[in-house]
Structure formats: C-alpha cells, structure tokens
C-alpha cells in the first residue's frame, strides 16, 4: 500500500475525532457558554448539517478541480472551522463554526476514496479505501478519548484546537506523500450530476441510511442502556465506547479484502448478522459479558458495511464517481439522525432501554431488503443488456450504467476492482 493512504487516514482521523469528541464535552461547552446542556447537544446537529450540505455542494463545486488540490482545499477548511470552533466567543458562533467543520467532511471522504482506489492495482481498490476508514475507526479508540480528556482538563476549546493540529499535520501529509491526479476533459458538474441519477445510486445511498440507520438506533443510547439495564458504573462506558471503536477497526480490516473478493454478498451478510446482533442485544444487554460482546460485533458489523457500499456508489457512478462517493457521508450523517431519533421515540413511548436495539434490527431488515433490491435490478439489467447484444443492439444507457458491465456490482459476486477501474477512464485517469 502507498504511502499517500497513511496521508489520507490521518485526514480520517481527524474528521472521526472532531465529529464525537463533541459528544464527551457537552457538560464543559454547556458552562463555558451558560446554555443547558440540550441547547449544547444542538452542537452535534449543527456538524451533521454541515456534513449533509457539505458533501454534495463542495464537491459540485469543485468538479472540475484535480483531485490532490481539491483534498489541500478541503483539509484547509477543516482547519478553519475546527480553530474557529476553538476560539468562538459564543454560542451562535460556535455553533456557525461547527457547520463550518462539517462542511468539508463528506467531500474530503468522498475525494480521498476516489484517490485511493487509484493509487492501486484494480483488484485491491476496496483494500485501499478500507485502509484509509482505519483513521476513522482508530479515532474512536484514541483520538476521542484522548480528545475528551483533554478538553475535560484544560478546556473544551483546546480539544479542537487539537483537532485544528491534526488537521495541519494531515495537510501537510497530504502535500507530500498524495500524487497528481488531472481530471479529464469531460469531468464537470453536469457529469456528477448525470452518474447521481442512476437509479442505483440512490438505492444504494438509500441502503446507508436505513442499513446502517440501525447502528445509531442503539450506539446513541449505548450509555444509558449500559447504565440502566445492564447494571454498569457511568464511569465504565468510556471503555465501552473504546470496545466498540476496537470492533469498527477489526471491521474496516475485513471489509476490504471480502469487498475485492464479493461486493454484493459482503453487504448483505453485514446487514444479516447486524440484524440478527441487534436483536439479540436486546436480550443480551441484561448479561454484562455478553453485552460487551455484542457491542464489540456491532461495532465491527457496523463498520464492514461501510466499504461495500462506498464501493458499490462509486462502481455504480461510472465516471464520475466523486460527488456519489461523498454523498455517501452525507447518507451516513442522516442515518445517524434518524436512527437516533426513532431510538428516542420508542424510549419516550415507554418501550423501555432496549426497544431501540430492536428498532435497530427492524432497520438492518429493510437496508436489506433495499440491498436486495438493487441486486435483482442488476441481474434484471445484465439480462437486458445481454439480450440486446444477442440481437445485435446496444445496450441503453441507463442499463449499461446500471449493470456496470463487468463489473463486481453487476452479480455481486466479482471483484470490485474491474467497476473501480471502470471509473477511471478518459475522464479521470488513474494514477499508479
């Protein structure tokens, strides 16, 4: 693996910490500012919001912009939000400099998936984006906690004054060690525009945020479920949150490998097994040991999904893959807030602690069914295509775009390599 991946995981890390270690400081940033600690929990959202908005827009604008100076661009953003988060005089312009923070998120993520999956041979491309969501995935283990402490002790505004050095590291990282990647002639925004309209691309990105809905139905009230139902002292969770973070990084390490080997069927196990987990934590929450090995699978099921669905965005975008790989975020950002918000709704109506692990599990059913979906409009597309080559036509558009002809999304069982490849014609050429 270049070495240009260890640069774009340390933009990973940095992107994971500033987004939770929010999460830690609440009491802290509450009476700084002299708001309720609710009106701070608004904070989180603010950084959501940025990321939904973020991801499309930035990247539409910079369409036509070569990939390592839009990754320079994008981490110089990250620095200013972060530092203007630490040194803002007050709520609202705090809360202002956390959409700020947010906004380059899913695009940094976004470019810096396309760019890895060109720094390698085809058939290690999900291997490559697996490697740099490790920085994501080891943010939970030391860059939040750490991040926590820290502010915890000297003050939140140091905490993302950290980040602010993170990211400064991580630009120089990027400057360094990430080669050249031209867009072609024909990259612009109409092309983006044109690869998000295939229908697969959005039933992917509607897999994302109601797949993975499922994992935030429970992480969101993992603390208080521990507490409440399981019997653990608060001042334990911390390492249960590092559990899971542990479980996210042996996730991502799997991910690629059976991603290169079979997209499709790697999703649809990590939404089976994440069902079947989150069910199963709803009984098993009662038992410390076993609670803490369902976190630890949560975890790591949560996170092998990640990768197939990148993959599966960008093989499905052709192209033009960039604006549909950042989106993804954007659809990860929802699912963290709708299932946050269902998981709080089934609390509120008296379900009980548990109920939002079963509500989690309900979700990782219907991202499923919704993979499952896209699956047979692929066979249903490939046969269509083939027949029409049978009879000396050409395919339609839509179907050779949506078969992704040759490609690993076509039959889910291929590699994904040939569809990441695919992405990497005359419009934007790969860089070895």
């Not at 760019?115 to 943010?139: D, H, I, K, Q, Y």
């Not at 860059?143 to 002790?153: E, F, I, K, N, S």
Request: net charge positive; hydrophobic share 55%.
């Amino acid at each position: 693996m270049p070495l240009a991946l260890l640069a774009l995981a340390v933009v990973a890390f940095g992107i994971g910490t500033t987004e939770f270690v929010s999460m830690g400081l609440l009491p802290q940033i509450a009476d700084g500012l002299g708001v309720s600690v609710p009106e701070a929990g608004h904070l989180v959202s603010a950084y959501a919001i940025g990321v939904v908005i973020g991801a499309p827009l930035l990247t539409g604008l910079g369409a036509r912009v070569p990939h390592k100076r839009l990754l320079l661009l994008l981490a110089g953003l990250f620095v200013v939000g972060n530092t203007a988060s630490a040194l803002a005089p007050g709520y609202g312009s705090l809360f202002a400099a956390r959409v700020l923070a947010g906004l380059p998120h899913g695009a940094l993520f976004g470019v810096g998936a396309v760019v890895a999956s060109r720094l390698v041979a085809p058939e290690r491309a999900a291997r490559a984006v697996s490697t740099m969501f490790l920085g994501l995935t080891v943010a939970n283990i030391v860059g939040v906690p750490a991040g926590t402490a820290l502010g915890q002790h000297l003050g939140w505004r140091y905490a993302y004054l950290a980040v602010g050095v993170i990211g400064l590291v991580s630009l120089a990282a990027l400057a360094v060690l990430v080669p050249h990647q031209p867009r072609g002639e024909g990259a612009g925004i109409r092309r983006e525009l044109r690869a998000m309209a295939n229908r697969q691309v959005g039933i992917g990105l509607a897999t994302a945020v109601v797949g993975f809905g499922g994992c935030f139905a429970v992480y969101s009230y993992l603390v208080p479920m521990l507490t409440e139902v399981t019997g653990m002292a608060e001042s334990s969770t911390t390492l249960v949150l590092a559990l899971y973070g542990i479980g996210m990084t042996l996730g991502t390490l799997v991910a690629g490998p059976l991603t290169d080997r079979a997209l499709r069927p790697t999703l649809y196990g990590g939404l089976i097994v994440l069902a079947v987990t989150l069910f199963a934590f709803s009984f098993a929450v009662h038992v410390t040991a076993t609670a803490l090995l369902c976190v630890l699978v949560i975890g790591a099921v949560g996170s092998l999904i990640t990768t197939p669905v990148q993959m599966l965005l960008m093989a499905k975008a052709e192209q033009a893959p960039t604006m549909a790989a950042a989106s993804n975020h954007s659809a990860f950002n929802l699912a963290n807030a709708g299932g946050a918000w269902l998981g709080g709704l089934v609390i509120s109506a008296g379900w009980g602690w548990t109920s939002p692990a079963l509500v989690g599990a309900a979700l990782a059913v219907a991202g499923l069914g919704l993979a499952l979906l896209g699956g047979f409009m692929d066979r249903g597309d490939a046969r269509g295509a083939r027949s029409a080559v049978i009879a000396g036509g050409t395919p339609a558009p839509e179907a050779a775009a949506s078969t992704g002809t040759g490609t690993a999304a076509t039959a889910g069982a291929e590699p994904v390599a040939r569809a990441t490849a695919a992405g990497t014609g005359a419009g934007e050429p790969r860089t070895r």
